[in-house]
């Protein structure tokens, strides 16, 4: 299996869900890994450039028609992208995902498009709350009872995340990918919750 992990990004993506992830995958707390076990790319409907929310433009590894078949993990980066037209061609793609068991992150709206779509009909799972992914997925969504009220959950390869979850997220994805030992995720996971001066107090003189 490949050891790229694939993050899609359609139009005003929602940059920041996309960090904690990333970084841990590419570095640790001291520098950039020599030898990652994991590779980052970015898949968007074309190879020309895709604009974040705040602006940003980030240029794809791989279009839709390009991406490979074989990859450690697919990521849907939340955006206001997913509720246009742009996003069916995505449904093919996680149906695939699905097909061959491989690990599935959708955060915001990603995970709606999922609820829109039925990928979360057979997991317990989150998002933007349960009217959101009742309204996204309609007839299609099935699994309400599947909702739990939380910031990621993660079940059968699939995790899920609201739009504030985004180191949950990443914590969830992490452990699935054994990127780590699960006690550095963990402490990477404080740190960045935490902050530096809460999980390392000053010592007194």
């Known amino acids: ?30 520098a950039l890994k020599e ?16 604009k974040s929310i705040g602006g940003f433009r980030t240029l794809p590894d791989y279009s839709f028609d390009t991406m490979p078949d074989d990859y450690a993990a697919l990521v849907l980066i939340g955006g206001f992208g997913w509720s246009t037209p742009v996003a069916d061609q995505v449904v093919p793609i996680v149906q695939q995902a699905v097909d ?17 779509h039925g990928f979360l009909n057979e997991v317990k799972h989150t998002g933007n709350g349960p009217e959101q992914l009742r309204l996204w997925g309609g007839e299609n969504y099935s699994n309400a009872d599947g909702y739990l009220h939380a910031q990621a959950v993660s079940e059968k390869n699939i995790v899920t995340a609201n739009g504030s979850a985004t180191l949950e997220f990443a914590k969830e994805l992490l452990l699935l990918l054994e990127n780590d030992t699960p006690e550095r995720i963990e402490m990477y996971y404080r740190f960045n919750k935490q902050g530096f001066c809460d999980l390392f107090p000053a010592k007194s003189e």
């Open 1 to 30: 299996m490949s050891n790229e992990i694939l993050y899609i990004l359609l139009p005003d993506y929602a940059a920041h869900e996309i960090v904690y992830l990333s970084e841990a995958i590419a570095s640790d707390e001291y």
């Open 35 to 50: 030898n990652p076990k994991y590779v980052n790319k970015v898949v968007a409907p074309t190879t020309e450039p895709v």
């Open 100 to 116: 061959k068991g491989r690990i599935i992150g959708a955060i915001c709206n990603g995970a709606s498009f999922m609820a829109k």
